[in-house]
């Protein structure tokens, strides 16, 4: 019962994707001028795929970056370095993912490599700033106590700190994961195959039903992992 609504949004953004051509005089009554209203170039499971596996690896990679560090700067030994990750991983989202691919396509070339390490930059932010949140907000007495019982440092973190800045801490994950589900559309601009594909060949043709049928399978697949984090969320 309590995953019921994360299954919801997983059927409806499943009955999309599987029978998008059953809409066909949906997406012909909105774009009436086009011969072709059903993107067709590649079918959307396979798009919906390609776009999972790129944020899926982007945002894996994100986590395992920005709570390392975050774990890093926040022992005695990195503290000096805090400041340094803090503004890092604040230049990572303020540099627009367009710029980074546009520098990273001469070095990587076209395809899904680019998208990735935009994400990745993009993506660092709600997660260190979530994690250093969640740390730094633990009163100093628990650790004590912590130690006082004889927990070793590395014990204190694993069994201690991380379990109560757990749930700041996915909250940082969640707005990652959302913001690069939506992001990862540009991806398509480089050769990346995904889910942008039929808004950015909606944009060149003029075919505002290929934009919508990107748009709602992104918008669907954003709803779907973001309730799903929710739920997670709660458990913690």
């Known amino acids: 019962m309590r995953w019921r609504l994360p299954l919801v949004w997983l059927s409806l953004l499943l ?21 072709e209203v059903i993107y ?11 776009h999972a596996l790129v944020v899926i690896v982007a945002s894996s990679l994100a986590v395992v970056i920005g709570v390392g560090a975050a774990i890093l700067v926040t ?20 540099f627009p993912p367009v710029a980074v691919l546009a520098l990273a396509v001469p070095v990587l070339g076209f395809g ?6 935009a994400l990745l930059l ?24 912590a130690v006082g019982m004889g927990m070793s440092r590395y014990q204190v973190l694993r069994q201690v700190e991380l379990p109560l800045a757990a749930p700041v801490i996915l909250a940082g994950i969640r707005t990652s994961v959302t913001i690069n589900i939506a992001t990862a559309a540009i991806g398509a601009t480089v050769g990346a195959s995904n889910l942008g594909d039929p808004i ?5 043709n003029g075919n505002t039903a290929y934009i919508l049928q990107g748009a709602l399978t992104i918008g669907l697949l954003a709803i779907t992992v973001d309730s799903v984090f929710e739920r997670w969320q709660r458990r913690h």
């Not at 009955?15 to 011969?35: C, D, N, T, Y």
């Not at 170039?41 to 798009?47: G, K, S, V």
């Not at 022992?75 to 303020?94: C, E, H, I, W, Y």
Request: aromatic letters at 6%.
């Open 15 to 35: 009955a999309l994707v599987l029978g998008m051509e059953q809409l066909e005089w949906l997406f012909r009554w909105i774009e009436s001028g086009s011969r």
């Open 40 to 50: 067709r170039r590649a079918d959307f499971l396979t798009l919906l795929g390609r």
């Open 75 to 94: 022992r005695p030994a990195g503290r000096d370095f805090l400041p340094l990750v803090a503004q890092v991983a604040s230049m990572g989202q303020t």
């Open 112 to 117: 899904t490599l680019p998208i990735i390490v």
């Open 122 to 145: 993009y993506g660092l932010l709600p997660i260190v700033r979530n994690t250093l949140a969640g740390l730094q907000g633990i009163e100093a007495s628990v650790r004590e106590a």
């Open 200 to 204: 950015i060949s909606g944009i060149v």
